[in-house]
């Protein structure tokens, strides 16, 4: 990018105060090619950053005569940058909904994602062990990895332990593999032998068995909590963040939604935004795996640590499980196995003393629930729970809320809970959701359209479920807005999959900008690029709100910013 007048951003300062960042602008030298999702003025052609905030917005001449105005003897002259002819700029990307530490880990130890086959999936084991010398020369050590999925093999069954077992350099050890959606487990033999005596059932989960009631190494849902898996220590989780957070920013993420913290994970944060500044805003969602009332187990934070960058006022609570696990909880049976309708994995009862706990107790409930019964009864809560409350102070969430009949689609506007979704979870599943669902349900499942229109305020927020799904927010934006796989295919062609639930580029932004923001409770601090928010921005090569659709996904990121600092790139 061209700088118009080269001062020094490092300047030194005299005066009265000193801002934190020197004051800059940065502009288009097309016209208004930064995007706001400022209602107010939705695009313009600059905007101003003083001490980490916006200061104005509008014309090259509007605010440098605003500056000029404005200035006093400490200050120096307007520094102005431009980028570059074709390229945009946006908000700050948010993730509404994504486990931070999980995709370091799975990035950093086996990753699956993609994997045709089963045998390619124990390649890729055996790579990893071969890669390892503290592992290969060490039986005993853990094997971790994600992103199995059997759906896309050309035989669609669960695998076996003793597939392990076929190969000698896998033989004896324990390892641990987490279906991609992180609702089943894949254990090896040795693993099985650790754990020694199964019950028989597992209260909202199950394990796996074969025609002789033998466990075959699969475990889904709350079984998983069965297996001895080690924690990681503070190191690993150190190792994990720093992955995430380099990955994070290269696409433009600046705030992240971490989708069910539990107590060790809030410690990690907790002590690393005491020490020193976090690299990217993060909104936990804290969570331990109990049906007693553990809000007093985790810290309250809003705004803590060096920046105020650190949020955990909100708790993550399950209904169910997966679809691709068949764990959604459906109100009838799976069309594809009639002889199951899913898995709730929580009593209705305990579940809404647990929320009208959370609830009394002032935290923010998100709530997961995939399947049209899992959805039918959190709402049911909610309406009783929160009847008379205001809903803009409490903001609900139903994390995912996937497959929901016509009428809680309904419900769920009217009442103003906020849907949180995920839309490659849409364009992933699509291949087989149907066949799962059949041809009823199918048309209020991924209702992405449907939810904005029945919203009181329009507000969708938009994730990944990262590790399940990509990183990279505009996947998302892409699923979102096209329906089509990243290959521009889908069973209905390349017009879309349901391509009446498509959301335009204005309303899919949005959602991970501004919707995302509110569902956080920081909408009058970040989301948009207006006067007195912080200065979170992203520059991008291209302009994704014009584009052809096939060139969404080519898109790079040349910067990213936060508090009016170049945390990615360069201006």
Known sequence: ?????????????????????????????????????????????????????????????????????????????????FIDPTSIIVPGLADAHAHILSYGSVKLNVDLSGCASKQEVLERVVDFVKARPDILNDPSKWIQGMGWDHNIWALREYPHADDFDAEP?????????????????????????????????????????????????????????LIPIPPPAKADMLRYFDRTVKDALAVGLTSIHDAATEPAAVEFYREYAESKKLPLRLYLMGHLDSVEYWGDK???????????????????????????????????????????????????????????????????VNIHCIGDRANRVVLDILEDVFAGANMSETRPRIEHAQIMTPEDLERIGRLGVIPSVQPTHATSDMWYAEQRLGPERIHGAYAYRTMIQMSRNQILPLGSDFPVEG???????????????????????????????????????????????????????????????????????RDIMTVPESEILGTRVLATVIDGEVVYGAL
């Open 1 to 81: 990018m061209a700088l118009a007048v080269a001062l020094v951003l490092g300047a030194v300062f005299h005066g009265p105060s000193r801002p934190s960042v020197p004051e800059y602008a940065v502009c288009s030298p097309t016209g208004e090619a930064i995007h706001t999702v400022d209602p107010a003025h939705p695009t313009v052609q600059c905007i101003l950053v003083r001490d980490t905030h916006i200061a104005d917005v509008g014309s090259l001449v509007d605010i440098t005569t605003r500056s000029r105005r404005l200035l006093d003897f400490w200050r120096p002259p307007l520094n102005v940058s």
């Open 169 to 225: 350099l896998l033989r004896g050890r324990r390892i641990y593999l987490d279906r991609i959606d992180g609702h089943a487990a894949w254990v090896s033999r040795r693993v099985l032998q650790l754990m020694g005596e199964l019950p028989n059932t597992v209260d909202g989960g199950e394990i796996i068995r074969d025609s002789s009631a033998n466990p075959t190494g699969i475990f889904v849902d709350n079984a998983m909590s």
């Open 298 to 364: 985790v810290p309250r934070l809003v705004g803590y640590g060096v920046d105020e960058r650190l949020s955990l006022r909100s708790v993550k609570l399950f209904t169910d499980g997966a679809l691709g696990s068949s764990g959604a909880a459906l109100l009838e049976p799976y069309s594809d196995n009639p002889s199951t309708s899913g898995i709730m994995r929580i009593q209705e009862g305990i579940l809404s003393d647990l929320i009208r706990r959370f609830h009394a107790d002032g935290w923010q």
């Open 471 to 541: 990183i990279n927010p505009l996947l998302g934006f892409y699923a979102a807005v096209t329906r089509l796989s990243i290959s521009g295919q889908s069973p209905h062609g390349p017009q879309g999959w349901y391509p009446e639930q498509r959301l335009t580029r204005l309303q899919a932004l949005k959602g991970m900008t501004l919707d995302a923001a509110y569902a956080s409770f920081s909408e009058s601090v970040t989301g948009s690029l207006a006067v007195g928010k912080k200065a979170d921005f992203v520059v991008l090569d």
